[in-house]
């Protein structure tokens, strides 16, 4: 393993780990989300220049436009409970309740 794939996959597993384990308020959970994603993006790139083929060239942009559009959704949802609830701490959430 090259230091370069150590480096972005450790640095997906630091988010997941961030993910799985510091769960106490949304905007954390979505910095964490975003950071595997860029991490993602990152390495799908890498691997799209080494393969030096125009087929795989489109598939960081695609990642990329998902990735905005996932953190879009996420400030949207976290604006809505921050209203709704007043904080943006997981615990206080019920998902079963509209």
Same mark, same amino acid.
């Given at each position: 393993? /090259? $230091? =370069?794939?150590f @480096?972005?996959?450790? #640095?997906? %597993?630091?988010?997941? @780990? &961030?993910? #799985?384990?510091?769960?106490?308020?949304?905007?954390? *959970?979505?910095l964490?989300?975003?950071?595997m994603?860029?991490?993602?993006f =990152? @390495?799908l790139? +890498?691997? *799209?220049?080494?393969l030096d083929?125009? &087929?795989? !060239?489109?598939? $960081?942009l +695609?990642l990329? *436009?998902?990735?905005a559009?996932?953190a879009?959704?996420?400030? *949207?949802?976290? =604006? %809505? /409970?921050a209203?709704t609830? &007043? /904080?943006?701490?997981l615990? !206080?959430l019920?998902?079963?309740?509209?």
């Amino acid at each position: 393993m /090259t $230091p =370069v794939h150590f @480096a972005f996959s450790s #640095a997906f %597993a630091l988010g997941l @780990a &961030g993910l #799985a384990f510091h769960r106490y308020h949304l905007l954390s *959970a979505l910095l964490c989300l975003e950071g595997m994603m860029l991490s993602l993006f =990152v @390495a799908l790139s +890498i691997w *799209a220049l080494q393969l030096d083929s125009a &087929g795989f !060239s489109a598939s $960081p942009l +695609i990642l990329l *436009a998902f990735s905005a559009c996932e953190a879009s959704a996420g400030l *949207a949802l976290l =604006v %809505a /409970t921050a209203r709704t609830h &007043g /904080t943006d701490r997981l615990q !206080s959430l019920n998902l079963l309740q509209c």
